[in-house]
């Protein structure tokens, strides 16, 4: 944990801590961490919980052999499974032990009836040739059976004593004292049941230490928001104390910036900088901003279908000036997200003032889902499946909608397919879902983006060879998910494709990456507005065997 912490400072995913000490010793573990004079204790605490193993959560999965199948079990379920497994193992110990005393009662019986009778014994041992023949005398004369017959032929002269037979009758009442208890248990279960906790209490005697799992109530979040609202900073962070088990971040107002090459940036909200000062370097740019506040939820979402959560307040604060470049948003998400090798295609920021009611996920073979907010809350940190993908497919982009407004989706090909956001068009559905079909996408051809847009939008669309236009939405006929889609662009050069659309707004700054992963900015007003019919202008000029890759719309930094 030591090496951990060290590690996140190092790599200033962690500020504050000027020196970490290890002061363990034969009387217990104890490790110093002295902060600097403008750090937070309990925001640094609330990093250490979750960035490191200071505080470990873990799942488990209650597996068990049910009447001989194997079963996922609640934790009641188990509890009733244990105790009854106990009460048959009961069942067979009494029974077992019944027997056995049983078959020492008829033996001892049998000893004490000899014993009752030892003249008539040992006459017949006398007159008797062999073992076998004073067997048979015994059973037939005294009426005794072949086993205790047995055990009067193997028994000792010393059993003969006045000593011994007292031992036998003493023996022969203490065994059916026994016999008696043992039926009252296996005929009556309330006895039975009090044998059992019993039993239970000799092993917690035997066994007995200290509770080491807690149970915590988990805070109600949607109460906590509004709460919130109502209270000042300083009176928060008291309450959240109180309201849940891991300290609290202090509230901010901040915005988030996330780049195209994977990194975010967390900027109070009061900071001031100049352009020049931006710290992003010239091979990125930033393709979100977002308003939001330290106690809010980022949702990260990879290609892979799954969504994490991540308090904003996890972020680690940057300060405006050159360099200051953010944290890779992969490195915050836990492990086993980090392990799956996926990118990550989305990043939603709910507030409580958002407009939005759903969101969308589109495919890159052209399945696509709306999904309601709702099924995006409470989500553990490990992370939630939120779209089942088919072989071969990942998830292309993720956006917010509401009901009545209107997609553009395009795949490579330059078809477009474009309708509205309705229940009967895309209608919302759970986590498990697969999701609809959009667009019908050709074996050599993917999805490349999907665009809200109002009825007086223009369309930006670029290829991969270097051409651009816009597009007239106005004159675009709403057509139903699900349909071939209808050509847009039809290419100057046979082997081009379609790389990426985007809304074209006044004053928008178009951000193209190559191949080569270089990156060309272009003014949207530049590209000219023409039919879906006409193959676009060039508008940038490629090296040899050089394409663009993807067309992001460059979004305005915070500059406050």
Known sequence: MVEKVADLVNQGRINGISDIRDESDRDGMRVVIELKRDAVPAELLYHLYHQTALQTTFGAILLGIIDGQPRQLSLRQLLQEFLDFREQTLNRRYSYELGKAESRLHIVSGLLAALSQVDQVIEILRQAADGSTAKVALVTTLGL???????????????????????????????????????KLLNDRKELLKSLKKDLRSL????????????????????????????????????????SPSIQVPVEDVVLEFSQRGYVRRISSSSKRSKSDSGIPDYDFIIQASETNTQKDLLVVTSGGKMYPLQVGEIPATTPGRGARGTPLITLLTSTAQSQAESIVGRLVISENSTNTDVVLLTKQGRIKRLSIEELTNVSRRGVTILKLKDDDELLSTHFVNSGERLVLASSGGRIVYFEVNDAQLPCMGRTAVGLQALRVGKQHQMVGCVTLSKNSHLLLVTQEGYAKQLDVSKLKLANRGDLGAQVVKFAVPTDNLAGIALAKPETEIALVTSNQRVIRLNGESVPVLNKNDPGKKVVELNRDETIVTVNEVAIENNS
């Open 145 to 183: 059976s072949e086993i205790q017959a047995d055990e009067i032929l193997a028994m000792p002269m010393r059993r003969l004593t006045g000593m011994e037979r007292q031992k036998l009758q003493q023996e022969f009442e203490e065994l059916e004292e026994k016999i008696n208890t043992l039926r």
């Open 204 to 243: 917690k005697r035997s066994y007995n230490d200290e509770r080491r799992s807690k149970f915590i109530e988990k805070p109600d979040n949607k109460a906590f928001a509004k709460q919130k609202n109502k209270t000042n900073e300083t009176e928060q962070s008291t309450k959240s104390k109180s309201q």
